[in-house]
């Protein structure tokens, strides 16, 4: 198994929509096994294709109390939806930064499993948040895309200081 690396806003490349997989073989097995890792060791709740730079339609996320309970979504469209729910988001991907995100409260998904099975489920709660948040980024777009203007310039702003705080040596290091 191996820990992937992690994308980070500005990158262009989470601006990629990802292809739908078409074969389901001992490859995507492993990229699956993969970003389920991936996702566990950054303490996130979900992680798509797109944030490790594989441009395809895959998704794992972990919503359950212990983080025992991986789910893969592969192919995934979301097929009704009903209500609307804001909740405050945040993304591996932009880190450090949280925002409110309305969305569908409850959603319809099909998709498909790591073996090519098709399946259907009806999610809600933070379940349905972090899988339309997940597609999200298999379009090429992220939570704060849909921030105001001024809002997402302020983000930037924020991302852009932490950025050069961490690239900062600590005070007192001599290197
Ligand atoms: O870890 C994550 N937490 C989270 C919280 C609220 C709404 C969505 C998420 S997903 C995020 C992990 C991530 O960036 N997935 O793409
Ligand atoms: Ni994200």
Same mark, same amino acid.
């Given at each position: 198994?191996?820990k992937?690396?992690i994308?980070?806003?500005?990158d262009?490349r989470?601006?990629?929509?990802?292809?739908?997989?078409?074969?389901?073989d001992?490859?995507?097995?492993?990229?699956?096994e993969?970003?389920i890792?991936?996702?566990y060791?950054a303490?996130?709740?979900?992680?798509?294709?797109?944030q490790?730079?594989?441009?395809? *339609?895959?998704l794992?996320?972990?919503?359950? @109390?212990?983080?025992?309970t991986p789910? $893969?979504?592969?192919?995934? !469209? =979301?097929?009704?939806?009903?209500?609307?729910?804001?909740?405050?988001?945040?993304?591996?991907?932009?880190?450090?930064?949280?925002?409110?995100v309305?969305?569908?409260?409850?959603?319809?998904v099909a998709a498909?499993? *790591?073996?090519?099975n098709p399946?259907?489920e @009806?999610?809600?709660?933070?379940?349905a $948040?972090?899988?339309q948040? !997940? =597609?999200?980024h298999?379009n090429?777009?992220l939570?704060?895309?849909?921030?105001?203007?001024?809002?997402?310039?302020?983000?930037?702003?924020k991302?852009?200081?932490?950025?050069?705080?961490?690239?900062?040596?600590?005070?007192?290091?001599v290197?």
């Amino acid at each position: 198994m191996a820990k992937l690396e992690i994308l980070e806003t500005p990158d262009a490349r989470l601006k990629t929509v990802a292809k739908p997989v078409e074969i389901f073989d001992d490859e995507l097995s492993r990229l699956v096994e993969d970003m389920i890792e991936t996702m566990y060791e950054a303490q996130g709740i979900g992680l798509a294709a797109t944030q490790v730079n594989v441009h395809k *339609r895959l998704l794992v996320l972990d919503v359950s @109390d212990n983080q025992d309970t991986p789910r $893969v979504y592969i192919n995934p !469209e =979301i097929i009704g939806s009903e209500g609307s729910e804001t909740c405050e988001e945040g993304c591996l991907s932009v880190p450090g930064i949280y925002a409110e995100v309305s969305r569908a409260e409850k959603v319809r998904v099909a998709a498909r499993d *790591r073996d090519g099975n098709p399946f259907e489920e @009806d999610l809600d709660g933070m379940h349905a $948040v972090c899988l339309q948040h !997940e =597609i999200d980024h298999l379009n090429g777009k992220l939570f704060i895309d849909y921030l105001s203007p001024l809002k997402r310039r302020m983000v930037i702003k924020k991302l852009e200081k932490q950025r050069k705080i961490a690239g900062e040596k600590p005070a007192g290091t001599v290197f």
